[in-house]
Nanobody, 123 residues
Framework: VQLQASGGGLVQAGDSLRLSCAAS????????VGWFRQAPGKEREFVVA???????AYAESVNGRFSASTDYTKNTVYLQMNNLQPEDTAIYYC??????????????????WGQGTLVTVSS
């Protein structure tokens, strides 16, 4: 599976962005798709995981502000980010896993990764 993330940019606090993660090679229906982010000087952290059937699980820090969705006809996952804050500044990565849903927030379960897209939120 090859993943191409896009949609990052520079925004102000309170603004919105939508990230995209386009997959090729395999249908996303077979996988859990995760979004992770890495802020400057910090370790990469889990943001959200999605699986077919409408299952989504969010990190507490983004719950209620971020929303993941999947267009299987385009084999693309979207991450709608609303009310962005400076602490959301990070490189955002999409990744896929065929592991169990219970391990959805574990980075080690994901073995295909996109290249990352930078989101910068100014105060």
């Amino acid at each position: 599976v090859q993943l191409q993330a896009s949609g990052g940019g520079l925004v102000q606090a309170g603004d919105s962005l939508r990230l995209s993660c386009a997959a090729s090679g395999r249908s996303l229906r077979s996988y859990t798709v995760g979004w992770f982010r890495q802020a400057p000087g910090k370790e990469r952290e889990f943001v959200v995981a999605s699986r077919s059937g409408g299952r989504n699980a969010y990190a507490e820090s983004v719950n209620g502000r971020f929303s993941a969705s999947t267009d299987y006809t385009k084999n693309t996952v979207y991450l709608q980010m609303n009310n962005l804050q400076p602490e959301d500044t990070a490189i955002y990565y999409c990744a896929v896993s065929s592991g169990v849903w219970s391990a959805r927030d574990q980075e080690s379960m994901y073995y295909y990764w996109g290249q990352g897209t930078l989101v910068t939120v100014s105060s």
